[in-house]
C-alpha cells in the first residue's frame, strides 16, 4: 500500500517568488493536512481539508493557502516567498476528519528560500 | 488552548539503558494522543495512538502509556537504531494535531 506521496522533495526559491507544493494522500484517505516544521518552532498547523473543503486554518498569513481535489490530492502554495519561510512543509492524510483518526505523514518538501 | 509539553529536549542512552520520555498536556476533552518517530530529513512515522487514561500499547522495545496529564514512552534496552526524534501529539474535538517540540534520543552502542 502506497504511502503519502509528496513532491518535489527538495526546491530552492529565491525571496519574492512563489512555490506550490503537492501531495498526494494514502488511496481511500479523504483527509489532507499541512504542517510546517522548523527546528526552533517545531511542527506548527497550517490547513486542513476534507472533501475538498477547508476545515480548519493555522496561524499563518494569507500567503499561505492551500486546496484539495475531487481525489483528494492537496496542493499549497505560498506567495511572496520570505527567508523565514524556509522549513520542511509536510503533509499528513487520514481516512477521515474524525478527531481521533491517526495521519500518516509523507517525507515533506525540503524549501529553501535564498 | 491545548498544549503539549516534552521532556527531555535530548536523551543520550547507552545501548541497552532503558528509559522514558515524558509527555505532559493540557487539553480540553483529549480525543487521542498520538506518538510519532521522526528521522532526520523524513516526515514523522506514525508509533501509537492512545484514547483514554490507563491505556498501553506496546511495539517492539516502544511501550506507550498514558494519565490524565501525561503520557509516556518507555524503551527497553534500546538499540542505535532507536536514535531518532519522538514526538508526542494531541487531537481535541475538532481542533487539528498539537504537537510537542519532541524528544531528541541518541543511543550509543
Known amino acids: 500500500k502506497a504511502g503519502v506521496t509528496q513532491t518535489p522533495r527538495y526546491l530552492i526559491k529565491t525571496r519574492g517568488q512563489q512555490v506550490t507544493l503537492s501531495c498526494s494522500p494514502i488511496s481511500g484517505h479523504r483527509s489532507v493536512s499541512w504542517y510546517q516544521q522548523t527546528p526552533g518552532q517545531g511542527l506548527q498547523f497550517l490547513f486542513e481539508y476534507f472533501s475538498e473543503t477547508q476545515r480548519n486554518k493555522g496561524n499563518f498569513p494569507g500567503r499561505f493557502s492551500g486546496r484539495q481535489f475531487s481525489n483528494s490530492r492537496s496542493e499549497m502554495n505560498v506567495s511572496t516567498l520570505e527567508l523565514g519561510d524556509s522549513a520542511l512543509y509536510l503533509c499528513a492524510s487520514s481516512l477521515s476528519a474524525a478527531p481521533n483518526t491517526e495521519a500518516f505523514f509523507g517525507q515533506g518538501t525540503r524549501l529553501t528560500v535564498v | 488552548e491545548d498544549q503539549v509539553t516534552q521532556s527531555p529536549e535530548a536523551l543520550r542512552l547507552q545501548e541497552g539503558e532503558s528509559s522514558s520520555l515524558n509527555c505532559s498536556y493540557t487539553?480540553?476533552?483529549?480525543?487521542?494522543l498520538f506518538w510519532y518517530r521522526q528521522d532526520p530529513g523524513k516526515g514523522p512515522e506514525f508509533l501509537f495512538t492512545l484514547y483514554s487514561a490507563g491505556e498501553e500499547k506496546e511495539k517492539e522495545r516502544l511501550k506507550a502509556t498514558l494519565t490524565k496529564k501525561e503520557s509516556f514512552l518507555h524503551i527497553t534496552a534500546p538499540k542505535p537504531e532507536d536514535s531518532a526524534t519522538y514526538l508526542c501529539a494531541v487531537n481535541s474535538g475538532n481542533t487539528p494535531l498539537v504537537f510537542g517540540k519532541g524528544t531528541r534520543l541518541s543511543v550509543i552502542a
Open positions: 487539553v480540553s476533552g483529549l480525543r487521542g
